[in-house]
């Protein structure tokens, strides 16, 4: 039986690319790309000759049974994204639970991640935090945000460019407009930018600085009133 690997590629800085990564790249058998073109650049840099091809959330219901079938019959298969470590809000999941499922060897190799970096920059406790990734669009939105409102971890969310100043005003609406906040853009690439402050100075900055690029916000819990007082 084969083996599945699970690579992360740089979310922005090429040199954030691991010796194992390459190594394991260039001896497996197939690599799974989320956008062949954007990782064939990559793998054109690194000089990995491996045949790739294209798993993404359009296909990978219809590929997992096959790709585990090739699995079983002895190949090794290398799944990459276009960005950080494969199923952190990418493609990965499917597979990987299909290949447990099957008894099927896992070796998910350490890497690029946005949130770590985001998180660890934000001067906001650390020791314990939730992962919250996209929040939904519109159905589930504001219940979501009712929730977490009660929240006393620190929070991390993926928010797009033209949806960041929405969401701030979200914060203030549902978190107050005190709640520390902390944006952090373009991790590891040149115009990397972390903005603190309250969500309110947060959302001030933006209004007249328009975001650009990926970007990881993080959101001071709710603070316990009952126990600080005590």
């Not at 770590?116 to 990734?133: R, T």
């Not at 520390?180 to 933006?206: D, M, N, Q």
């Amino acid at each position: 039986m084969g083996k599945l690997y699970l690579v992360p590629t740089p979310i922005g800085n090429l040199d954030d690319m691991t010796f194992r990564a390459i190594k394991v790249l260039k001896e497996v058998d197939l690599i799974l790309a989320e956008d062949t073109r954007n990782s064939g650049k990559l793998l054109k840099h690194f000089e990995i000759t491996t045949h790739m091809t294209s798993h993404h959330m359009h296909n990978e219901h219809q590929q997992v049974d096959h790709i585990v079938k090739r699995i079983q019959a002895g190949e090794t298969i290398a799944l990459i994204t276009d960005a950080g470590t494969p199923a952190i809000s990418d493609p990965g999941f499917l597979l990987s639970r299909a290949c447990v499922e099957q008894g099927i060897e896992i070796d998910c190799l350490p890497g690029a991640t946005a949130f770590v970096p985001a998180l660890v920059n934000s001067g906001l406790p650390n020791d314990k935090f939730i992962f919250e990734g996209f929040l939904p669009d519109k159905k589930g939105r504001q219940t979501r945000f009712l929730a977490l409102a009660e929240e006393t971890r620190t929070m991390i969310l993926y928010v797009s460019p033209h949806k960041l100043v929405k969401t701030l005003g979200e914060f203030i609406q549902y978190f107050g407009a005190d709640r520390p906040v902390s944006v952090s853009r373009e991790i590891t690439k040149l115009h990397e930018e972390t903005v603190r402050g309250t969500a309110t100075e947060v959302l001030a900055h933006f209004e007249k600085k328009a975001p650009k690029g990926e970007i990881v916000v993080i959101v001071g819990g709710k603070i316990n009133t009952k126990t600080k007082n005590e």
